[in-house]
């Protein structure tokens, strides 16, 4: 099992930055692939960004060119740094890993763009 824990949401102005941190209880190297997803209410869970074990990534389209994904294997954590944001972008973060078969989630954090 994998519990992950996310930090680092908060209210920011349009054209402002942020930087998601999503800690794992154990070690990251092994896990197939983790990253982040975002919701607003009542739409379902969408993808942001994925860093797959290997290194690769791969991004929404609306986020393409403002923001990264990253790891950091010795600290067990996985980053998402957000430029630009614009106002869309506010809706509840959360991290997720694909380890096994199994999906995990964390608690998720709000961002909150204002224009």
């Known amino acids: 099992q994998v519990q992950l824990v996310e930090s680092g949401g908060g209210l920011v102005q349009a054209g402002g930055s942020l930087r998601l941190s999503c800690a794992a209880s154990?070690?990251?190297?092994?896990?197939?692939?983790m990253g982040w997803y975002r919701q607003v209410p009542g739409k379902q869970r969408v993808l942001v960004a994925a860093?797959?074990?290997?290194?690769?990534?791969n991004y929404a389209d609306s986020v393409k060119g403002r923001f990264t994904v990253s790891r950091d294997i010795a600290r067990n954590t996985v980053y998402l740094q957000m430029n630009r944001l614009i106002p869309e972008d506010t809706a509840v973060y959360y991290c997720?890993?694909?380890?096994?078969?199994?999906?995990?989630w964390g608690q998720g954090t709000q961002v909150t763009v204002s224009s």
């Open positions: 997720y890993a694909d380890d096994r078969g199994r999906d995990y």
């Open positions: 860093i797959a074990r290997g290194g690769n990534t």
């Open positions: 154990r070690n990251i190297f092994s896990i197939n692939a």
